[in-house]
């Protein structure tokens, strides 16, 4: 498992590393040098927080839906509190969901980095208006269909984190003989 998860910690490293220049507009308010987080420090790193919350709550309802328990994870170990199978399969969505969410709210100035504010401990947070604009898009986003790459068949963006947790519900019960990833080409 520690080898897999330094791949996946390589991984993450090199596809934030380039992170920063899919940022178009807005460069004084939204960039991006590192992820961090609790708290997050810069705007772009609050903005993905937040969507990264909503997208865990997702998915952790729809592994419950299907009956897992969201908070057995495989990569993300087990903690108190901590949905580690909801943290595991969302990283399936993250860069489809998230991140293009993100980007797309930024490079289209939807959103406005005067809507931020940094508090005395370094934490920046978003104020009022820009989170219902997120939650908004969020919202419009999850509406949207696409053809689902291993089923074949149109799927809404929202419904995607409980057709995977089926998928790996069936996996798991021996219904599947592989669990099939989303991979948006």
Request: aromatic share 12%; hydrophobic share 40%.
């Amino acid at each position: 498992m520690d080898v897999v998860r330094g791949c996946e910690g390589d991984a993450a490293k090199t596809y934030f590393s380039v992170f920063d220049h899919l940022i178009t507009a807005q460069k004084e308010d939204f960039f991006f040098h590192e992820r961090n987080r609790r708290p997050p420090v810069d705007n772009m790193n609050a903005l993905l927080s937040f969507l990264y919350t909503l997208l865990a709550h997702d998915v952790a309802s729809a592994l419950e839906t299907v009956g897992l328990d969201p908070s057995v994870g495989y990569l993300h170990r087990d903690r108190p509190g901590r949905p580690g199978l909801a943290l595991d399969l969302m990283e399936e969505f993250r860069p489809y969901f998230a991140d293009s969410l993100a980007l797309s709210l930024v490079n289209w100035q939807q959103i406005k980095g005067a809507d931020f504010r940094k508090t005395e401990t370094g934490a920046v947070l978003m104020g009022d208006d820009t989170r219902k604009e997120v939650l908004v898009a969020y919202q419009k986003r999850k509406q949207e269909d696409i053809q689902h790459p291993f089923l074949g068949e149109t799927v809404a963006v929202g419904l995607l984190p409980y057709v995977q947790s089926l998928l790996m519900a069936r996996y798991l019960r021996g219904d599947l003989d592989g669990y099939p990833p989303f991979i948006w080409k």
